[in-house]
């Protein structure tokens, strides 16, 4: 069946490059199948799609031949594997990001999508290991309280994943057994390879599959894992959730992945903070609201109220003559302000409660009064 690429895209027939660039990069973003809601059956078709636009040569043959084309052997090589694709996006994911953590791969950048071809998105690191397994990058959602986002929390979690094997210590080979040289790279650790991309042929050097760049391997392999260096495993580890995090982000452990075959690099762990519906806290950044409620005489000659604040029970003056909708400000009762110091503020916001009914007494105090204002 024929495919409309333009379509897919979302963009014009005449559309530039840089358009077509700008569309393919937010739609994989978007239906990436690592992200929550992600669509790998989507995100394959837009990858299609922007390899074939993505060329002026072959964007020619589209727009003349239409995507059956592709049947007949039209397209050639596009690009990488399916599966080079999706590991050179899972590194660039895990490229981004500052000091530990990272948030919600906001900034994420694609440059590497099609291995070596950086350029193409705007400069990115090239490749870490060319081919070599990078362990798989796992995301886990925990969820916390508005106190534990506000203040940070440590929190054990339990996780199934791909780990080194503690027997051999990820290299696969028998612990004690001789370590002879790599017959493929020959001891090099690389090899050079000639990848056929829909820019050309290209020569690159990527570290040697066999050894993982070792250049040497183990003559028996470790009968624990099999050789491969990893076992699945649970495990607990220790999460500690900055200060300050807001429902919906994600901090980032680098190397806490799934562990790569033959010891190679780790992946990475995502965690998505959750926090719990609640109904006493608003947040408004890093500044807390709270309604809080006072009656008519306390506005007008003004008092003093309990006001839960993330501190606990504080008390706070209401000024004479307040009026409903007025903010009294507590200066650094807020939430603590995320990988930096200090903390926003905490805002009372005044209701003033008038009685439906007074009793007789009541109505006989208000009657003067309004004779006397
Ligand atoms: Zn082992
Ligand atoms: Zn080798």
Same mark, same amino acid.
């Given at each position: ?57 072959? &964007? ?29 996006? &899972? ?42 397994? &990078? ?224 009793? &007789? ?13």
């Amino acid at each position: 069946m024929s495919k409309d690429y333009y379509k897919i895209l979302g963009v014009e027939k005449n559309a530039t490059q840089d358009e077509l660039k700008k569309a393919f990069k937010k739609l994989a973003m978007q239906h990436h199948p690592d992200r929550p809601g992600g669509d790998e059956k989507k995100f394959k078709e837009i990858n299609e799609a922007f390899q074939v636009l993505g060329d002026a040569e072959k &964007r020619k043959k589209f727009d003349q031949f239409g995507s059956d084309f592709e049947q007949q052997g039209g397209w050639g090589g596009a690009g990488g594997s399916w599966e080079d694709v999706m590991n050179a996006f &899972r590194q660039q994911q895990g490229g981004a990001g500052q000091g530990g953590f990272s948030f919600n791969f906001g900034g994420a950048d694609f440059g590497d999508l099609f291995g070596g071809f950086g350029d193409l998105f705007g400069g990115g690191s090239s490749r870490r290991n060319g081919h070599s397994s &990078r362990g798989r990058d796992i995301q886990v959602d925990v969820e916390i309280d508005f106190k534990e986002a506000a203040f940070g929390v440590e929190k054990e979690l339990s996780l199934r994943k791909q780990s080194k094997c503690d027997v051999c210590g990820g290299s696969g080979g028998e612990p004690g057994s001789k370590k002879e040289t790599c017959g493929i790279c020959h001891g090099q650790g690389q090899v050079t390879q000639v990848q056929r991309t829909f820019l050309g042929a290209m020569q690159t050097v990527v570290t040697c599959s066999a050894c993982n760049g070792r250049g040497e391997k183990s003559s028996k392999i470790c009968k624990h894992c099999g050789g491969d260096g990893i076992l699945a495993k649970t495990s607990s580890i220790n999460i500690k959730i900055p200060a300050g995090i807001d429902d919906g982000q994600s901090i980032r452990l680098s190397g806490h992945g799934e562990a790569a075959p033959h010891g190679g690099q780790s992946g990475d762990l995502y965690v998505q903070a959750h926090v719990r519906p609640q109904k006493v806290f608003h947040r408004e950044g890093f500044d807390v609201y709270t309604d809080n409620e006072i009656n008519f005489t306390q506005a007008v000659l003004g008092d003093k109220i309990e006001v839960e604040t993330i501190d606990g029970q504080i008390r706070v003056a209401v000024p004479e003559g307040t009026e409903s909708g007025q903010l009294i400000r507590l200066k650094g009762r807020g939430i603590f302000y995320l990988g930096r110091s200090g903390r926003g503020d905490h805002y009372v916001k005044i209701k003033i409660r008038i009685p439906r009914r007074v009793s &007789r007494k009541v109505r006989k105090t208000l009657e003067e009064l309004k004779s006397e204002l």
